[in-house]
Each structure stands twice: as structure tokens, then as C-alpha cells.
């Protein structure tokens, strides 16, 4: 079955440090794969997406790029705020089939100024 | 825009009551979905529609029931409240399976 693995919060990092998340994943099919973050009191919201091999997705100053080979799909910053402070969630689909998404647990981070 | 919205914000309820829970979306999406988050568990799909008069199981159906009542709205009924079904329970909506929609969640403790 489908499935994703994220690193383990919480993750504290000072303003304008470089921020990575880790996300591993399994599926069978070609999956999409996404990021969505949650910020304190809201529902998840779209941060970044990527389609097929290779696919760098962009938004905001975060990017992932889905590494085929290493099934892996990370999150990076190179210069977080304290703004970014939120739970980010990383996420899969595999189009064929319409299969709903499949989270991972989720990893909270915290920016100090 | 109001997306995707959801009643009650909160709720407390006693072991055995029953209640519903509320979600519309107003996109015209056909794919439809609930999702319970609990503290280190993630995200977990409770039950989904893919298309208006369409329910399926998910990860955790079970003390759940659904109702797709048309293409805008989609509500969950718990039929006998447990305690292990205090949660934060968001609907979501998307056309197929990609880039959810969310609402701002509903908060339930069963006492």
C-alpha cells in the first residue's frame, strides 16, 4: 500500500536558519506528491506539489524535488522566518485509481527569533 | 471565497450522545473527504466521496457514518459518541484526488 514516513518533530530553528524536512515514501503507481502545511488554528493548506520524476515544486521560498530513485521528497528553506512556525505535512496519490491522499504524521516547526 | 466550511468550530459531548458534523463547499468540487488529526497519528481519512451519491471507507470508519446529500455538502454522524473519538476532524474537497481543499476543523471532545 501507500505510505509516508516524514522526520520527527518538533524541529527548532533560529530565524534565516536553512531548514530541511524529510519525507521517504512507498506506492505503488506513479505518485504525486505534496507538501501542505497547517498553521496554528487553521486547516491544512496546498504549500508545493510535483507530478512526476524529477519535479522540482516551489512556493513561498520552500522547494522539494521527487527523487525517484531515492523515493524521497524533502522539504527545504534556505532562510526561514519566524513566520513559517507551522506543522508541515507530507503527502501522497497515485492518480490511477483516484486513490484519496495519504499523509504523513506530520512535523511541527518552530522559528525563534 | 468561503471554500470549504464546517460546523460546529467545537463540541463536547457525552459518552452515547450522538451528533453530526457539518461540511460545504462551495468550488463545485466532485471529490469530497473527512479526516480525524490526533497528536502524532497524522492525518487519517475516515471515509470519502468521490462523486455525489458515492461513499468509501477509508483508514478508521469504524463509529462513523457518512452522507453525501449533494455535490455541495458531506456529513459525518457519530451514532454513539466514544471517548476515543475526541479529535480535531477536518472535510476536505478536491476535484479527484489532488490538492485538497480544507476547513478550519472541527474540535470534538467526548467526555
Known amino acids: 500500500g501507500n505510505s509516508v514516513t516524514q522526520m520527527e518533530g518538533p524541529v527548532t530553528l533560529s530565524e534565516e536558519a536553512f531548514l530541511t524536512i524529510n519525507c521517504t515514501y512507498t506506492?505503488?503507481?506513479?505518485?504525486?506528491l505534496f507538501w501542505y502545511v497547517q498553521y496554528p488554528g487553521e486547516g491544512l493548506q496546498l504549500l508545493l506539489k510535483?507530478?512526476?520524476?524529477?519535479d522540482k515544486g516551489s512556493n513561498k521560498g520552500f522547494e522539494a524535488t521527487y527523487r525517484k530513485e531515492t523515493t524521497s521528497f524533502h522539504l527545504e528553506k534556505g532562510s526561514v522566518q519566524v513566520s513559517d512556525s507551522a506543522v508541515y505535512f507530507c503527502a501522497l496519490t497515485t492518480i490511477s485509481g483516484n486513490t484519496p491522499l495519504v499523509f504523513g504524521k506530520g512535523t511541527r516547526l518552530s522559528v525563534i527569533a | 471565497n468561503a471554500g470549504v466550511t464546517q460546523t460546529p468550530k467545537f463540541q463536547v459531548l457525552k459518552t452515547g450522545q450522538s451528533m453530526t458534523l457539518q461540511c460545504a463547499q462551495d468550488m463545485n468540487h466532485n471529490s469530497m473527504y473527512w479526516y480525524r488529526q490526533d497528536p502524532g497519528m497524522g492525518l487519517r481519512l475516515i471515509y470519502y466521496?468521490?462523486?455525489?451519491?458515492?461513499?468509501d471507507k477509508g483508514e478508521v470508519p469504524n463509529g462513523y457514518n457518512v452522507s453525501r446529500l449533494n455535490k455541495r455538502e458531506f456529513s459525518l454522524r457519530l451514532e454513539s459518541a466514544a471517548p476515543s473519538q475526541t479529535s480535531v476532524y477536518f472535510c476536505?474537497?478536491?476535484?479527484?484526488?489532488?490538492?485538497?481543499?480544507f476547513g478550519n476543523g472541527t474540535r470534538l471532545t467526548v467526555t
Open positions: 506506492a505503488t503507481g506513479y505518485p504525486s
Open positions: 476536505a474537497s478536491s476535484e479527484e484526488a489532488v490538492a485538497l481543499h
Open positions: 466521496s468521490a462523486s455525489e451519491g458515492t461513499t
Open positions: 510535483a507530478t512526476k520524476a524529477d
